[in-house]
């Protein structure tokens, strides 16, 4: 049994791959979808395998499609990509049946298949499961702007088939290479520079490359409201979109606090149960990210509460509107900078890693544990400029209980180390070490 579209859909897909009809001109259309300025991403190279998926998954303008494409381009230009926003083709090609069906019978020559946007599919697991196992023998791409449908309920039915990428704003390390890729200029320097600017602006390509300040406040208010409005109430059907909107904003407000789920439903006048529901949505957005104390089995411990982090500062700025580029000055420089470091750490470190914060009843606290392939890195944030190494007492009881692989006290101003108890204390700043090479 045949495919049949109609001449509406038809032209669509064509509209999308004009190269089908102009593999003359296939590698030009093809640059028409990458940017003037490309920074090369960490993820990269990526080696596309037959019969597998690749899931790019991410927030939205991440620069998710702009991979894809350049994974793409050698095999221009015999791919179809299918932007599955479009209804038209959501409703030709819903089921993965019919999409395997035009392959076979009318694109028999494509070599790769790139699904665009597909958390707008009712079931995007399913979906791509269907077409790996249909055993075309081209890779399959896939982005989505939420792990949710992709992944969270399909975690089996893709075991085996399909690997997962995920692309974050852009890092510090990825930055420094691209404004530098010589290393003609001294690092520190530069990398203070786009510190600064990732401070106050974030990272998402098209803020971070908009030629002035007024440009990248512009981009990050219409980012913000298409996250709040078009992906809140349309993509989840999220009735209440003001107190959604209100919950980022206090979550905003209080970056790098204990989180207390109840007090928030009482401020927006909504049950505990909302809260979650809407931090759980902003997570599978990439969004915020929920960060949850440590236990590491000792009684004195707080394990509670959790705290919430903006995977981007910018994001999280533009909420309270605060642009103020003189950090030193700011009021929030504490919550800024321990934003900025979550950040960080959730770009570089792998999927298998976990980022955690420790609090003991005694008020000590230690800003951020990583557990990585069964060790501990610890890592205190001072915003202050700092004239002498000195740790604190709440580094000093924890390193004491759990005798971390590494200890740092990242700051703005100190490269030093210190020992105690043969514990080497490393003093250092966000852009020598973190830029140059990968710290964990």
């Known amino acids: 049994m045949g495919i049949m579209l109609n001449s509406e859909v038809q032209n ?21 979808y990458l940017p003037a300025t490309y920074v090369l991403r960490e993820a990269e190279p990526v080696n596309l395998q037959r019969d597998r998926a690749l899931l790019i998954v991410g927030p939205r303008q991440s620069g998710k499609s702009t991979l894809a494409w350049r994974l793409l381009q050698s095999c221009s230009p015999n791919i179809l990509y299918l932007n599955l926003e479009d209804p038209l083709l959501r409703s030709a090609l819903g089921a993965a049946i019919e999409l395997v069906t035009l392959l076979r019978e009318r694109y028999s020559f494509i070599r790769a298949v790139f699904l665009d946007e597909a958390q707008h599919l009712t079931d995007a697991g399913i979906y791509v499961k269907g077409l790996v196992d249909a055993k075309l023998g081209i890779p399959l791409l896939v982005t989505g702007s939420s792990s949710f449908h992709l992944m969270s309920k399909t975690r089996e039915s893709l075991a085996g088939r399909a690997d997962r990428l995920r692309l974050l704003p852009f890092s510090l390390k990825e930055l420094l290479r691209q404004e530098n890729p010589a290393n003609t200029v ?37 980012l913000t409201e298409a996250l709040i409005l078009r992906d809140a109430s349309d993509l989840f059907r ?17 970056t790098g606090n204990l989180v207390n789920f109840s007090e928030l439903a009482s401020i927006c006048h909504v049950d505990a149960a909302t809260i979650h529901a809407y931090v759980e949505i902003l997570e599978e957005r990439h969004i915020v990210k929920v960060v949850r104390p440590f236990a590491g089995g000792k009684r004195r411990e707080l394990t509670t509460s959790p705290k919430i982090y903006f995977v981007d500062n910018g994001i999280r700025n533009q909420l309270i ?8 000055l700011r009021t929030d420089k504490g919550a800024l900078m321990e934003n900025w470091v979550f950040s960080e ?15 003991s009843k005694a008020g000590g606290e230690v800003d951020f544990v990583v557990e990585q392939a069964g060790k501990l890195t610890a890592l205190e ?23 971390p692989e590494r200890f740092v006290v990242l700051n703005r101003s100190l490269e030093a180390h210190l020992t105690i108890d043969n514990h080497q204390i490393d003093f250092q700043t966000p852009w020598i070490n973190w830029g140059s090479s990968l710290y964990f």
């Open 345 to 359: 750490l959730y770009k570089r470190l792998p999927l298998t890693a976990a980022i955690h914060f420790w609090r």
């Open 321 to 328: 509107n605060a642009f103020s580029a003189d950090i030193s």
């Open 238 to 254: 999220i009735k209440r979109v003001d107190v959604f909107r209100k919950l980022l904003t206090l979550l905003a407000g209080q």
């Open 381 to 403: 944030v001072k915003s202050a400029d700092l004239e002498r190494p000195k740790l604190s007492r709440s580094a000093r009881s924890f390193i004491d209980a759990y005798q």
């Open 12 to 32: 669509r897909i064509l509209q999308y791959n004009p190269w089908l009809t102009q593999p003359d001109q296939a590698d030009a259309l093809i640059r028409l």
């Open 186 to 222: 001294a690092a520190g320097s530069l990398g203070e520079k786009i510190f600064s600017r990732q401070m106050i602006h974030g990272s998402y390509p098209a803020v971070y490359l908009a030629p002035a300040d007024p440009d990248r406040i512009r981009l990050l208010s219409d």
